[in-house]
């Protein structure tokens, strides 16, 4: 016989329909658990603005949590799931890239659902407590001389400025949250064995770095510490994608009187953290796509 | 010539060094039900992973209805319904219905009526978690998940396997109404031969990864013989022969000899090499299926 | 039960299949113009390949002892009687069973004839 047309291929949006279906019902625990914990949490804020503390600010660019939840997702998607040899899925009638792709699309989805209702949860946090929804505020500018070694600050150093927040930086929860995410669904989809990977990239960055700090005399150690810090807090660093550098470029000072206030090394900014997000989702995607080549059926 | 559904070319597949297949060429014609068997680790897994797409050859290739299973992974498991010999419980949290609505969702052939019916007739809790099945259950909803869809090729290995006495009856008394339903070729990976002998209608023999034999039922009733030999003073017997099994009487005067070969030709051979041939008995299935599996060569 | 297999008879299914349908009519079970079970329902019921079930239906329709009635299923043909042919085929199929069974005991034909009158006695008593 022939193939029959009866026996035909489902079609791609079914496929991700289905798989949204299995992803969201796979973390329903996890996600029941988030939502007590949100619950304890608003409140506790509330109790605490009942006693008279002040309002609570909507900075959800501020927030490392999306990022995590963007980096701990693959887990969740990928947890019963033979992701090399002949698991369950591999059995159904997908090419095997496009229905691991599928599947890390059906993640991202109830990603994005999942941050957008943090950020919602934020904004009625600060609704309810009067905190500051604009971001314009007040802030403490440090002068370029600034040296975080030395112990105290000369206030008359310090600018005072107003700072009108670009409306658009709301949007880094999202895309932290996505970079993050495209970031482990590579590392999960590439190795057998990830974790071991993390442990043991994550283990050799701090040695690196720490020694680094500590041979700064010596070129490969300073330079590779030099190199590590840069990734995480350069200008087109980790923290750029994260929080637009809000993260490393705020900083609590100590003044010569002993008060400690918050103050800012410096200000973000938005085409920075485009062109950051723009870096880093594309160091994902070439990832990702690498990982997929793992998977592909012809070859 | 009878179409194949099945067709391998020089098949070759080995892990760490162990040869699983070696350059099988297998022949199923469609609309059969084609018994392979063999000992565990002959090869029988590994055929049909290959089929699935889900392990790539060494070398050789093998092609599902005219279609090469490496180039065409999807479409040929579209056309395929594959129970594998380990129950994998995959989503252990899904109940049974769940995880039979999720098969559906791949497959515009199912047909949920008939799910149902074998749901019923196999006696299994529709509302229990999959991870909470009986071993016998589990692999009884996968067998539901490969029949439903109607597959015009049904891979199984090892089905009968962990079933009591009862529950393989009923096995093989559904293999026996799904095939007078829909026009199936079933291919069977069992050592068990004669639980699956009243279905079988070819049958091929693999041993440490090599093709000994593989032909029709009606030829293998043809080709296998017990013979009953008078034999004379310091015998010698004729060269060519495959002989499967000997038995010599202490006095060396009398034999009992299983070989495969036309009847007439052996018989012919053995008289003029000076034995007596009293009888060529005929042997059961069963019998004759496992002196294929010691013949030397391959046919 | 219309058919039931031995399964320590060495012969191909759809011969035995045939047979029992033969003994069924010969021994009045199946009468001429009675419908043969559905191949479903006896493979169903053997838990056998219903292609064996066919073969033997369809040899059995080349012998002109069951014929097939469109959209219907398979009967048994008209021209069968109780006492026709298929009575004397039956009854060679058992002698030449039972032959090539006392062969192997070392028994003559004689032997037989003689063991087979004492036997029949013996079950008269």
């Known amino acids: 016989m022939t193939t029959t047309p009866l026996h035909h291929l489902p079609r791609l949006s079914q496929v991700v329909r289905e798989q949204l279906r299995v992803t969201a019902l796979s973390i329903r625990l996890p996600a029941i658990a988030l939502a007590a914990i949100a619950a304890v949490v608003t409140m506790l804020v509330i109790a605490d603005f009942l006693r008279g503390r002040g309002g609570v600010e909507f900075a959800p660019e ?37 229905h691991a792709l599928a599947k890390v699309l059906a993640g991202w989805i109830i990603l994005i659902v999942a941050v957008t209702g943090f950020v919602i949860w934020l904004l009625i946090l600060a609704l309810i407590t009067k905190g500051n929804i604009t971001g314009d505020e007040i802030i403490r500018l440090l002068p370029a001389s600034y040296d975080p070694n030395v112990s105290a600050v000369d206030p008359s150093t310090l600018r005072t400025i107003r700072w009108s927040f670009p409306p658009v930086l709301r949007l880094v929860p999202f895309f932290a949250a996505t970079g993050a995410y495209i970031l482990a669904s590579a590392i999960a989809l590439g190795f057998r064995h990830p974790f071991r990977w993390i442990i043991g990239t994550v283990a050799a960055v701090y040695l690196t770095a720490a020694i680094g700090q500590g041979i ?27 929080s637009a550098r809000a993260e490393s470029l705020r900083t609590v000072v100590t003044f ?20 950051a997000v723009l870096l880093w989702t594309g160091l994902g995607i070439g990832g990702l796509s690498a990982a997929l080549m793992r998977h592909r059926e012809n070859r | 010539m009878t179409a194949l559904a099945v067709q391998t070319t020089n098949l070759s597949k080995s892990y760490d060094n162990q040869s ?92 949920s009526a008939y799910a149902d019916r074998l749901v019923k007739s196999l006696d299994i809790r529709m509302d229990r978690k999959t991870g909470g099945l009986s071993k016998g259950e589990g692999r009884r909803l996968q067998l539901v998940m490969a029949m439903s869809h109607r597959p015009p090729l049904l891979l199984l290995d090892e089905p009968t396997e962990g079933l009591d006495p009862v529950a393989r009856r009923q096995l093989l008394t559904l293999i026996a109404e799904h095939l007078a339903d829909s026009p199936t070729t079933i291919v069977i990976a069992t050592h068990h ?23 029709s039922r009606d030829e293998l009733q043809k080709n296998v013989r017990r013979y ?21 009487s202490p006095d060396g005067r009398d034999a009992q000899w299983t070989i495969i070969g036309d009847e007439r030709d052996v018989a012919e051979r053995l008289t003029s090499s000076g034995a007596n041939v009293r009888e060529a008995q005929p042997l059961a299935f069963e019998e004759a299926a496992l002196a294929l599996l010691s013949g030397e060569r391959a046919q | ?97 039972t032959l090539i069974e006392a062969r192997r005991s070392g028994l003559d034909l004689q032997e037989l004839i003689a063991s087979l009158k004492e036997a029949a006695a013996e079950e008269r008593q």
Do not use: C
């Not at chain 3, 060495?10 to 069924?24: F, G, S, T």
């Not at chain 3, 009468?31 to 079930?53: F, G, H, M, Q, Y």
């Open chain 1, 62 to 98: 501020l927030s490392l949590i999306p990022a995590f939840a963007g980096a701990l997702m693959p887990i969740a998607v990928w947890l019963n799931e033979q992701r090399f040899g002949a698991g369950f899925m591999w059995t159904l009638p997908v090419d095997r890239t496009r």
């Open chain 1, 216 to 242: 700064a005399d010596d070129q490969f150690w300073a330079l590779s510490g030099k190199l590590i810090r840069t990734l995480q807090e350069g200008r087109y660093g980790l923290d750029t994608l994260l």
């Open chain 1, 256 to 275: 010569s009187n002993g008060q400690r206030i918050t103050a800012w090394r410096g200000l973000p900014v938005v085409t920075d953290w485009i062109i």
């Open chain 2, 20 to 111: 699983a297949l070696d350059r099988v060429d297998l022949r199923v014609p469609e609309g059969s039900v084609y018994v392979m068997v063999g000992a565990n680790g002959a090869g029988k897994s590994t055929t049909f992973k290959i089929l699935m797409n889900l392990e790539r050859p060494d070398s050789g290739n093998a092609s599902v209805f005219g279609l090469d299973t490496g180039a065409n992974g999807p479409e040929v498991r579209a056309h395929i319904g594959y129970v594998p010999e380990h129950y994998d419980a995959g989503y252990r949290w899904m109940t049974s219905a769940r995880l039979l609505q999720h098969a559906e969702a791949f497959y515009p052939s199912w047909d």
């Open chain 2, 193 to 215: 031969i004669h639980e699956v002998e009243s279905l079988a209608d070819h049958i091929a023999a693999l041993n440490g990864g090599r093709l000994v034999a593989q032909m």
């Open chain 2, 228 to 248: 009953e030999l008078e034999l004379p003073e310091n015998w010698k017997a004729p060269a060519g022969l495959v002989a499967t099994q000997t038995r010599t």
């Open chain 3, 1 to 97: 039960m219309l058919v039931t297999l031995d399964n320590r008879d060495l012969r191909p299914l759809y011969l035995q299949i045939m047979d029992e349908i033969r003994r069924a009519i010969v021994v009045g079970k199946l009468k001429p113009e009675d419908p043969l079970p559905s191949v479903r329902d006896l493979a169903s019921e053997l838990a056998i390949n219903p292609r064996t079930v066919s073969q033997a239906y369809q040899e059995l329709e080349r012998e002109e002892v069951v014929y097939v009635k469109r959209g219907q299923g398979t009967f048994v043909s008209p021209t069968m009687k109780k006492n026709s042919r298929e009575r004397q085929n039956l009854a060679r199929a058992l002698a030449k069973r």
